[in-house]
């Protein structure tokens, strides 16, 4: 993708693909999460940002949270946002 990347869970799986990514170049630009105690925060040296910052068109977003039935959720998020799936994001867990 030419825009930036963010990943959408900053847990253990999120920080896992973003090590994994940077191996191939690509550095998450920021992390999405829902959880308040990590937002503000930083994870592998980027902005842990509430979902309320997506924006179409800004960045691309893959998914990675390790979560039972998380992907459907932040698939639906994502879509009902103007997201298009393998356009503007990848679920990756």
Known sequence: WA???WIWGA???????GR???GYGVRAS???DIDPRKL????RGAPVLPVSELR???????AAVGLRGARALIRDELVRRGFRE??????AA
């Open 3 to 5: 825009r930036p990347v």
């Open 11 to 17: 847990g253990p799986t999120g920080k896992r693909l």
């Open 20 to 22: 994994a990514l940077e």
């Open 30 to 32: 920021a992390f999405v």
């Open 40 to 43: 503000a925060r930083r994870a």
């Open 56 to 62: 179409v068109g800004a960045h691309s977003v893959v």
């Open 86 to 91: 393998g356009h503007d994001f990848l679920c």
